[in-house]
Structure formats: C-alpha cells, structure tokens
C-alpha cells in the first residue's frame, strides 16, 4: 500500500521560508518520478515542482522554491523561500511512475498560510 506523507506546511510572514517534507512508503521510491502540486480556494490544482534525475519547476516558484530527494530515506523535500502571498495553498506531494504520464500516488495535503 503506497503511503505520502506531507509535512512542514504552517503560517508564515511574507518573505519568510518553509520546507516541506513527504515521507514515502510502500512503492520503489528511486524509480518514481516524485512531484509537488498546490491548489488554493477556489483555483485549481496547480504543478508546483518534479524530481527524477531532472528538476522541473512552474514559473511562479522557480528561483525561490528548491525540490530535492533522499532515495535512501524515500523523502521528497521542498525548500520555499521569499514566500508570497499568493503561495497559499494546500501543497501536495505526489508519485508517478517513471514511464507514466500521470501521477498515481496522492498525499494527504499540508496547508501553507503565507500572512502580511
């Protein structure tokens, strides 16, 4: 049974920083592609970050927010610095095969509450 596991997300000023963190379980952590997506109230989900060999980041995030891995540990980590306030959101992490085109595998979600 895979299991996510999103952690770190809490309140925060703008500009500060959050790391987010998401435990795997359950699956072959180094051969799936792993990714972080938000959404906020209202708007759609949102493609934030992805990590395999390759990094991928969305516009809005790239230059602040960093994905790495710890296949050893299964961890997929998200550092965010100079947050916004248009960066709330609950942020998910998520699993995908590596030859897949979808992601298979969804986290709980943790909330991101960026303040002024």
């Known amino acids: 049974q895979v299991q996510l596991v999103e952690s770190g997300g809490g309140l925060v000023q703008a500009g500060g920083s959050l790391r987010l963190s998401c435990a795997a379980s359950g699956l072959t952590f180094s051969s799936y592609h792993m990714g972080w997506f938000r959404q906020a109230p209202g708007k759609e989900r949102q493609f934030i970050a992805s990590?395999?060999?390759?990094?991928y980041y969305a516009d809005s995030v790239k230059g602040r927010f960093t994905i790495s891995r710890d296949n050893a540990k299964k961890m997929v980590y998200l550092q965010m610095n100079s947050l916004k306030l248009e960066d709330t959101a609950v942020y998910y992490c998520?699993?995908?095969?590596?030859?897949?085109?979808?992601?298979?595998?969804w986290g709980q979600g943790t909330q991101v509450t960026v303040s002024s």
């Open positions: 990590i395999s060999w390759i990094t």
């Open positions: 998520a699993a995908r095969g590596i030859t897949q085109q979808d992601y298979d595998y």
